[in-house]
């Protein structure tokens, strides 16, 4: 297994639409292996989206403090209730913006052995659910930020959302 490196905001890749997994090969499983790796390397995660270590394939991990998760091809099915929370993204580490999601969310995906499986999730797990598909499809937290600015987790510095998603844009 390896520690990837993790894609920053401004590359241009994060904003393509990844690519269906067929089947589940040797190679994905160790894209697999090898992202959960950087998951737990790095700080402040709870997910990560294959766009984000530069691999357009619909494969995400995810910990949002029960073990791991691993999604491939992964579709929401259903959506209810709402929440509004502080998210952040290892693509943009060090700040934050407050997006709405959905409180709940079902998906179906497909698991390591290829089978097709679904997953329900409510609060925090929705939340990472719903901002790791975004990832698949180009859409970055930014894009969901309410207000005009993103802050900085240490000092709570605001910055302009505006100049964030222009650089997130740039390139494309």
């Known amino acids: 297994m390896s520690v990837l490196p993790i894609v920053p905001f401004g590359e241009s890749i994060l904003r393509k639409k990844a690519k269906p997994v067929e089947t589940v090969t040797p190679k994905i499983a160790k894209l697999l292996d090898d992202m959960a790796e950087t998951l737990y390397a790095a700080e402040g995660r709870a997910g990560l989206a294959s766009p984000q270590v530069g691999i357009l394939r619909r494969v995400i991990v995810m910990d949002c403090g029960d073990g791991l998760i691993e999604l491939i091809n992964p579709e929401i099915i259903e959506t209810s209730g709402e929440q509004e929370g502080a998210e952040a993204c290892l693509s943009y580490p060090g700040y ?77």
């Open 96 to 172: 934050h913006g407050f997006v709405k999601r959905a409180n709940y969310v079902k998906i179906t995906t497909m698991n390591r052995q290829g089978e097709t499986i679904e997953l329900e999730g409510e609060g925090f797990l929705a939340r990472c659910i719903q901002h790791e598909i975004d990832h698949l499809d180009g859409v970055l937290f930014v894009d969901h930020a309410q207000g005009p600015w993103l802050f900085a987790d240490q000092t709570q510095d605001k910055i302009p959302l505006l100049d964030v998603i222009k650089l997130t844009n740039q390139g494309l």
